[in-house]
């Protein structure tokens, strides 16, 4: 195990000593296996809609998750939450589209980590741009639980990153958004700025790059996440 997955380890059971929360306590209880390849694993693929940019000032709003089992996709575990504002959606509204009156019935901040946190247990997270909404859910936990939580993220903006620069392409970074991405695979065009639209195509995306990086050798998830970095 290398340093810094042994570092993951200690920093997961570090943080699960100070859980307290039962939800929280379970999810830190059942850390994924990283020694199979995707066809081999459990997987969540999430993505977040918030208010901002900013994890300390602004809030989550959407969250929405796809699984993908033993190599597919699991549309009939898909879920997509909106979740309570306290401050509103302000101008946010123009990108994502969700306005203060769609969140009139919206479950809580501590409600959405509930139900996601159940999904995730046992499974790696994978995620476009994985960093900020990481930042969100960390600040989340924070905020609910009053401490942060562990993640093993697979990021495929990431993974699309290095396979460019491996390839010895100079490229512009707008080739890293999501659906340019997708594209570059031939995969369906979804919708933008919507969680459940963006977690199927990360999902879709992940498995994409998963075939082409691996080739005829599948690589495990241990192998896929240190390709990234």
């Not at 999501?178 to 031939?186: A, G, I, T, V």
């Not at 969680?195 to 990360?202: G, N, P, R």
């Amino acid at each position: 195990m290398s340093t810094k997955l042994s570092f993951r380890w200690l920093n997961r059971w570090l943080l699960g000593l100070k859980a307290k929360h039962q939800t929280a306590i379970n999810y830190m209880a059942q850390p994924s296996d990283l020694s199979g390849s995707i066809a081999q694993s459990e997987l969540l693929s999430i993505d977040l809609e918030m208010t901002g940019l900013n994890p300390k000032k602004h809030e989550v709003i959407s969250m929405a998750w796809v699984p993908i089992i033993n190599g597919e996709i699991v549309l009939s575990q898909a879920q997509t939450l909106l979740i309570k504002a306290d401050n509103g959606v302000g101008d946010s509204a123009i990108i994502h589209g969700i306005v203060d009156s769609d969140l009139k019935h919206a479950v809580s901040l501590a409600q959405g980590l509930e139900q996601l946190l159940q999904a995730m247990q046992g499974r790696v997270l994978v995620a476009h741009h994985g960093a900020l909404d990481i930042a969100f859910l960390q600040q989340g936990a924070q905020k609910v639980y009053g401490h942060k939580l562990s993640f093993q993220l697979l990021d495929t903006l990431l993974l699309e990153s290095k396979r460019l620069s491996r390839q010895g392409e100079h490229f512009d970074k707008q080739l890293l958004r999501l659906h340019r991405c997708c594209e570059r695979y031939h995969l369906p065009a979804l919708r933008a700025h919507n969680a459940l639209s963006d977690a199927l195509a990360t999902a879709q995306l992940l498995l994409a790059q998963s075939a082409v990086i691996g080739g005829a050798q599948p690589l495990t998830l241990k192998q896929l996440m240190k390709y990234s970095h």
